[in-house]
């Protein structure tokens, strides 16, 4: 038996591979840029930016749909009201590079909803989980597509989920879809399921739990130099003293031992970055890139903040606190621009390069073609982007 998965899982790592390119482009250069910003939503005149959406390709579109914003302009420390969204968006790649957006029959999802889990595979994105309006986590996943000659999104409702999850990961390998972590009912999951798409009746199945309970992770699928397995890097947990533990961990999940085997924590070169939010891709062969994130150096300071206003017991301390964390929060300079490259046959990291511009968190990084692209997600806290990075490797 462990023969045959072995047999079909070296399937899947040359598939990667293919997808990823022939060539090992992992160390080399990325020209970054962005070709194109999130256009309005239907009936309105201004794209204010959406984190948290699912995203993915299918039959030749970026197709990005929901997320999140505060649409009102008051930030959530000003008593902004988050909006939660169902718009879908389709983009179009012309022969010669020219980006445009394509009018799709169905312009929403079934729900409004963020922060759900999306990995693509042939058949479209798998979408599942989600904060919605009236809850913070969902048990929805669906299938979501292009079909070209409706020029139409088509959904496929899939098995719900075991529990209720926001804020977890996703990849996949061929038809096998891994959901890792998250949280549900307020706390961090260890929680990890597999649904695989070519059974008869598809339906969640539990594989080993993470070594940490977590959310805010990125997963990436990649070769570990014999078949592809899952990655896991970076994340958090939130704990009842309101201060959140930040990880930089690397875990690697075996599926032939059903077992998660931890790896070299990411470093700068100089010493451990502990990281969230963050997105990535496989490149070539052997690479992961870890793109942007935020490292929560600040991230820490204003739970701390509120961790202190709540214990406050006068009105001025509380007054002086707010006012202190309201500096802080005015004066952020937006989450990381670092981009990190592990190896993971070597098993270790190195930082490669920077953005030449804010990072952008709580989104999920896709390789569309050969170049790597990220719609929308947060730049500062509260403050969502509408741009779609792309970046682009470049020959030495």
Same mark, same amino acid.
């Given at each position: ?5 072995? %047999? ?164 996949? %390998? ?116 870890? %793109? ?81 692209? %990220? ?22």
């Amino acid at each position: 038996m462990k023969f045959i998965i072995y %047999i079909l899982l070296m399937t899947g790592s040359i598939a990667l591979a293919g997808q990823v390119m022939a060539q090992d482009k992992g160390s080399e250069k990325i020209s970054w840029s962005v070709p194109v910003r999130i256009p309005p939503a239907p009936g309105t005149d201004k794209q204010l930016g959406l984190a948290g959406v699912f995203t993915g390709t299918s039959n030749g579109v970026l197709i990005i749909a929901g997320g999140s914003n505060f649409a009102d302009g008051a930030m959530p420390w000003q008593g902004g009201k988050k909006l939660h969204y169902d718009d879908v968006y389709v983009l179009e790649k012309g022969d010669t590079g020219k980006f445009n957006w394509l009018k799709p029959k169905t312009e929403h999802l079934p729900q409004k909803i963020a922060y759900g889990a999306s990995t693509t595979i042939p058949e479209g994105i798998v979408c599942a989980g989600g904060e919605t309006e009236t809850s913070a986590g969902s048990t929805n996943v669906f299938l979501m597509n292009w079909d070209p000659e409706k020029k139409d999104v088509a959904f496929t409702d899939l098995p719900s989920l075991p529990l209720p999850l926001g804020n977890a990961c996703m990849t996949s %390998i061929g038809k096998v879809i891994y959901l890792i972590g998250g949280e549900s009912e307020g706390k961090p999951s260890a929680k990890c399921f597999t649904l695989n798409l070519a059974d008869q009746e598809p339906r969640w199945k539990a594989i080993a739990d993470l070594p940490t309970a977590m959310s805010h992770s990125v997963a990436v699928t990649q070769s570990n130099g014999k078949y592809p397995c899952v990655y896991v890097i970076g994340g958090r947990s939130s704990t009842a003293s309101g201060i959140s533990d930040l990880h930089g961990y690397t875990f690697c999940y075996d599926p032939l031992i059903n077992k998660w085997i931890g790896l070299s924590k990411v470093t700068d070169d100089k010493q451990q970055v502990n990281i969230s939010a963050a997105t990535a891709v496989a490149a070539g062969t052997r690479h992961i890139l870890l %793109i942007g994130g935020d490292k929560g150096a600040i991230f820490h300071q204003i739970e701390t903040y509120n961790a202190l206003i709540a214990k406050a017991k006068t009105d001025e301390e509380k007054q002086s606190l707010q006012q202190q964390k309201l500096t802080l929060l005015n004066n952020h300079q937006g989450f990381s621009k670092d981009v990190f490259q592990f190896n993971t046959v070597s098993n270790s990291w190195q930082k490669i390069g920077q953005l030449p511009f804010y990072g952008q968190v709580t989104t999920t990084a896709v390789l569309w073609g050969s170049e790597i692209f %990220i719609p929308g997600g947060e730049i500062k806290p509260g403050i969502r982007t509408a741009a779609v990075s792309m970046g682009k490797f470049n020959s030495k």
